[in-house]
């Protein structure tokens, strides 16, 4: 059995993975750079979204754009 693949994201208060997360733990997520995470957004192939002045990215976009599951 493998390990779940968000397990690298901070557990929201009732234990379960974000919805949303930040560029630099999405680039940790794909293991690419933020500045590859800005270019995904860019081009259409992640979406993102700001709450205030940070920018928050879906896990299920991400999760889609490796053929995982959301």
Known sequence: ?????????PAVKD??????????LAADYLSVSKQTIYRLITAGSI???KIGRSTRIPVADLDALIGGTS
């Open 47 to 49: 979406r993102a979204f």
């Open 15 to 24: 234990g379960s993975s974000p919805a949303a997360i930040a560029p630099q």
């Open 1 to 9: 059995m493998s390990a779940d693949p968000h397990s690298i994201f």
